[in-house]
C-alpha cells in the first residue's frame, strides 16, 4: 500500500517561505520518497507505508518547527545579548 502525504505552508510571509525551504535538505535515504516544491511551498511524501510515511512526515514537520522557532527567537531577541554588539 503506498501513502501520499503534502506538507503544505499557505499562511506565511514569503521571505520565511523561502527561508524554510531553502533550509531543508533531504536526507540520502529520503531522496526517492520525499520531494520538495519550492514554488509551491510543499513537501511530498510517497512512502510505501503508513508507519514510513508519518515517520518521514514528522521528521520534516520537526525541522520546519525547528526553523521557525529558531528565526522568531532571534527575532525577538533582537541579538541584544550577543557579545561584542554594543547598545
Do not use: C, H
Not at 22 to 40: A, F, G, H, M
Amino acid at each position: 500500500m503506498k501513502v501520499q502525504i503534502e506538507i503544505k505552508i499557505d499562511e506565511v510571509d514569503g521571505e520565511l517561505k523561502k527561508v524554510i525551504f531553502n533550509s531543508i535538505l533531504i536526507e540520502q535515504l529520503d531522496q526517492k520518497i520525499v520531494k520538495i516544491d519550492r514554488n509551491n511551498a510543499s513537501l511530498l511524501i510517497v512512502a510505501n507505508s503508513l508507519s514510513r510515511g508519518r515517520a518521514i512526515m514528522n521528521s520534516y514537520i520537526s525541522w520546519i518547527y525547528t526553523i521557525i522557532e529558531t528565526l522568531n527567537k532571534v527575532k525577538n531577541n533582537d541579538r541584544k545579548n550577543s557579545p561584542g554588539v554594543k547598545s
